[in-house]
């Protein structure tokens, strides 16, 4: 079992930035690929990107790429979201998960955080 809990959910303005993260108990973190997901309100969650378990493979959905960075420290046990240039529709429940071993591009994720909310006014 692995427990996730994120934060760094807030509101903020369009044009700026926050950075989520994401802790990891309960196993060897450094044996797992991570990834980010949102869910907006009345639509299905989305992948938004993924690393693997050296940090070496990142991947990223075109709706955000340029704009988010993925990262971890294996040290911590966390895993990062750096959010800049957010825009309106980038507002969102964003969800951590993990998989063993996983490839990024194609994971199927078993564990889940809880989410944390990310509000972009305009």
């Known amino acids: 079992q692995v427990q996730l809990v994120e934060s760094g959910g807030g509101l903020v303005q369009a044009g700026g930035s926050l950075r989520l993260s994401c802790a990891a108990s309960?196993?060897?973190?450094?044996?797992?690929?991570m990834g980010w997901f949102r869910q907006a309100s009345g639509k299905e969650r989305e992948f938004v990107a993924a690393?693997?378990?050296?940090?070496?493979?990142?991947y990223y959905s075109d709706s955000v790429k340029g704009r988010f960075t993925i990262a971890r420290d294996n040290a911590k046990n966390t895993v990062y979201l750096q959010m800049n240039s957010l825009k309106p529709e980038d507002t969102a429940v964003y969800y951590c998960?993990?998989?063993?071993?996983?490839?990024?591009?194609?994971?199927?994720?078993?564990?889940w955080g809880q989410g944390t909310q990310v509000t972009v006014s305009s």
């Open positions: 998960a993990a998989e063993f071993g996983a490839s990024v591009t194609s994971a199927k994720y078993r564990y």
């Open positions: 309960g196993r060897t973190f450094n044996d797992y690929t």
């Open positions: 690393i693997s378990w050296s940090g070496g493979s990142t």
